[in-house]
């Protein structure tokens, strides 16, 4: 550990001490990894935490109450590395955490940290059937308004606006017909070239401004992407190979 990092880890803990007994309730200590605490993601995930659930998370390296690891219940993955979070010892606050992290907000929060542009975290490969299921808790028909407001500028996304997307841009039939077609809707904003436009007020709360956007920024809730998500099921996949006969 580097002798700046362990400062950090006395002055934190000193302030716990400091703040007393009340402030401890509120408080969660994690242990994570050295590659997860390097890479800065708590540093961008735990304010937010905080923020949600007034739960105030310094990471520890003993005697913690959850642990960031190799096992656990998965929350993310990096490359062919699953990560999980374990509750050491009986702690709500870190029942809080958990149920955080596996939420859609959570885990949108993980993947929407980016590196140099890039995001650095996926979901865990094991959740995404249970993913799956929660996510079509969307309202379809709201689904095609927030579509037609947010995305269709760009994208046909059906009969609805069949002459207003832009020609070069896939239409929402075709994403559909796409391996991956629901995960890449349930984090559209992290794929290019929304980054550069798009608002997420739960999530991104500022597009990247060094990136030049021509266009008008788009803001969707998490809501309305549950609601996108719900709409895109609904319909039919583009057949392809018709389509291209077609043109
Ligand atoms: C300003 C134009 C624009 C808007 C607005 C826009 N998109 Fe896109 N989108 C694009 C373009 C262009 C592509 C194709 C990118 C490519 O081919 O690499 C794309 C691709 C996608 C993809 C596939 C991405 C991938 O890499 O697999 C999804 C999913 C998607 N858009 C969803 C949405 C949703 C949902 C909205 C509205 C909430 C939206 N887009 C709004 C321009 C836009």
Partial sequence: MGFVRFLALVLLSLTCVASGVLAQDKTLRLAAPAEIIDSGLLEFMLPRFALKHGVRVVVVDADADARLGRDGVPVFSKGDAGYGLSLVQDSAHGETFRAWLISEIGLRTVLSFKTDGEAVFAAPAVAEAEVEEVVLSGDAKRGQTASLRACGRCHVIGDINRMQGIGSTPSFAVLRSLEGWQ???????????????????????????????????VSVTLEEIEDIVAYVASMDPADLGALIEHQ
């Fill in 183 to 217: 995960e890449r809707f349930e984090i559209f904003y992290v794929l290019n070239p929304h980054p550069a436009f798009t608002i997420i007020p739960e999530v991104i709360e500022e597009f990247d401004e060094t990136l030049p956007s021509p266009i008008a920024p």
